[in-house]
C-alpha cells in the first residue's frame, strides 16, 4: 500500500528515471539506501515498484506517530527502529524473519538525513553498522540504491521542506534512482560496514551523475 501511494504521489513532485545493473533484482535481498532528504524514501519505493519490488522498511520510530502513516506502515509490515532502546536489536530480528520469508528489506545505512542546508548532492556519510548485522545474521546480500534529485524535493530548514514540497509540482526536478548489482559482505563488521558505504557510494555517484550533479560528476 505505501508503495502504491509513493508510486501515484511521486511523479507529480519530479521526473523520475531509473536504472539498474541487473534486469531482476534478487529476492531475498537487503536494499541499502543513500538518505539526502525527508522525500527521498517515497522517491526509492516509488522506483522500486517500477521494478515490482514492494519492500519492507526499516524506518524511525517516530515516523509511527503520524496516525495515517503509522496505519499504512503497520498494514504492510514495515519495521520500527528504535535507536538508543532495549528494544534496537528487535527491528534486526524482524528484518530477518522477513528475510527468511523471501522479501525484500529496505534498510538507511546513515541513519541520519544531512546537515546541510542547501540543496546540492554530497558522497553519502559513513553507515551505521545495521546493515552489515543484518548481513551477517540472515545471510543475505546486500543490494546498492543510489538516489539523487531529492534533496531538490525537500531539503534544509522547516521552512524550506515545507516551501520545496509545495512548489515541486511546478518546478518538477529530476529524480533518479539506481539499483547496484548485489554483493555479499565479509563477516567483520567494520569492513563490511565499509563495503557496504563503498557500494551505496557507487550507486549514488551513477545516480547523481544521470542529473549532471557536480559533486558526482568531479569525482
Do not use: C
Amino acid at each position: 500500500m505505501l508503495s502504491r501511494v509513493a508510486a501515484a504521489i511521486v511523479p507529480s513532485l519530479g521526473r523520475l528515471t531509473t536504472s539498474a545493473e541487473l534486469a531482476t533484482v534478487p529476492a531475498p535481498g537487503i536494499l541499502v539506501a543513500n538518505h539526502t532528504s525527508l522525500a527521498d524514501p517515497g522517491i526509492v519505493l516509488a522506483a522500486l515498484r517500477r521494478m515490482d519490488i514492494e519492500p519492507v522498511i526499516l524506518a524511525t520510530a517516530g515516523l509511527w506517530r503520524v496516525p495515517v502513516l503509522r496505519y499504512l506502515l503497520d498494514r504492510d509490515g514495515h519495521v520500527p527502529v528504535y535507536r538508543r532502546t532495549t528494544h534496537a536489536a528487535d527491528a534486526l530480528d524482524k528484518a530477518a524473519a522477513a528475510l527468511d520469508a523471501g522479501r525484500h528489506v529496505l534498510i538507511y545505512g546513515e541513519g541520519r538525513l544531512p546537515r546541510r542546508r542547501d540543496a546540492a548532492e554530497a558522497t553519502p556519510d559513513s553507515f551505521r553498522s545495521g546493515p552489515a548485522r543484518l548481513a551477517f545474521a540472515s545471510g543475505a546480500p546486500i543490494i546498492p540504491i543510489g538516489q539523487a534529485g531529492a534533496r531538490r524535493v525537500a531539503s534544509g530548514s522547516r521552512t524550506k521542506q515545507v516551501a520545496g514540497l509545495l512548489t515541486a509540482p511546478a518546478r518538477r526536478p529530476r529524480l533518479h534512482v539506481h539499483v547496484g548489482a548485489p554483493i555479499h559482505l565479509p563477516a567483520e563488521i567494520s569492513t563490511a560496514s565499509a563495503a557496504a558505504h563503498q557500494a551505496v557510494t557507487a550507486a549514488w555517484r551513477t545516480a547523481a551523475r544521470r542529473l549532471g550533479e557536480p559533486a558526482a560528476l568531479a569525482a
